[in-house]
């Protein structure tokens, strides 16, 4: 039988053991979890059972408690950071399938720098920028010539 895969939000610890890691009284994590600061898994006996990610944002909880903010105030950065996230996800999923999509298509756009000095052209796939042959001579007091 295949070992499940551990990580960051996989539920290991009791109560006392969070509340060890997180530096708290394991009575402050019940009360996280009733007014849902904190809410870890439950087990089937109905106990707690923390991750890291749960531990972590206990440390965090602590940390914006110590610089004034209320559990409320807490409660809503804890939400936000949460969603900012997701957000952060899925931005990364429609980047990925936009760039898998752009190779597929047969008639994606190439850009190359034009020849008249830098400008940026567009250019049918397969073809390339035509370059001018001509050779400019410089002479000092003197003119250019072509």
Same mark, same amino acid.
């Given at each position: 039988?295949?070992?499940? $895969?551990?990580?960051?939000?996989?539920?290991?610890?009791?109560?006392?053991?969070?509340? =060890?890691?997180?530096?708290?009284?394991? $009575?402050?994590? #019940? $009360?996280?979890?009733?007014?849902? *600061?904190?809410?870890? $898994?439950?087990? +089937?006996?109905?106990? #707690?059972?923390?991750?890291?990610?749960?531990?972590?944002?206990? &440390?965090?909880?602590? +940390? *914006?408690?110590?610089?004034?903010?209320?559990? =409320?105030?807490?409660? +809503?950065?804890?939400?936000? =950071?949460? &969603?900012?996230?997701?957000?952060?996800?899925?931005?990364? %999923?429609? !980047?990925?399938?936009?760039?898998? !999509?752009? *190779?597929?298509?047969? %008639? &994606?756009?190439?850009?190359?720098?034009?020849?008249?000095?830098?400008?940026?052209?567009?250019?049918?796939?397969?073809?390339?920028?035509?370059?001018?042959?001509?050779?400019?001579?410089? +002479?000092?007091?003197?003119?250019?010539?072509?």
């Amino acid at each position: 039988m295949a070992t499940p $895969q551990m990580d960051r939000f996989t539920p290991v610890f009791a109560i006392a053991a969070a509340a =060890e890691l997180a530096e708290m009284h394991p $009575q402050t994590l #019940r $009360q996280y979890d009733r007014i849902g *600061l904190v809410s870890p $898994q439950r087990t +089937r006996g109905n106990t #707690r059972r923390y991750s890291l990610h749960d531990v972590a944002q206990l &440390r965090e909880v602590a +940390r *914006l408690s110590a610089e004034g903010l209320s559990l =409320e105030g807490i409660r +809503r950065v804890l939400q936000l =950071e949460d &969603r900012v996230r997701e957000l952060e996800s899925r931005v990364r %999923d429609l !980047e990925r399938a936009l760039s898998d !999509e752009m *190779l597929k298509r047969p %008639d &994606r756009r190439v850009f190359a720098a034009g020849a008249a000095g830098g400008e940026v052209v567009t250019l049918r796939r397969g073809t390339r920028v035509r370059r001018s042959a001509e050779i400019v001579v410089w +002479r000092p007091g003197g003119t250019e010539e072509s």
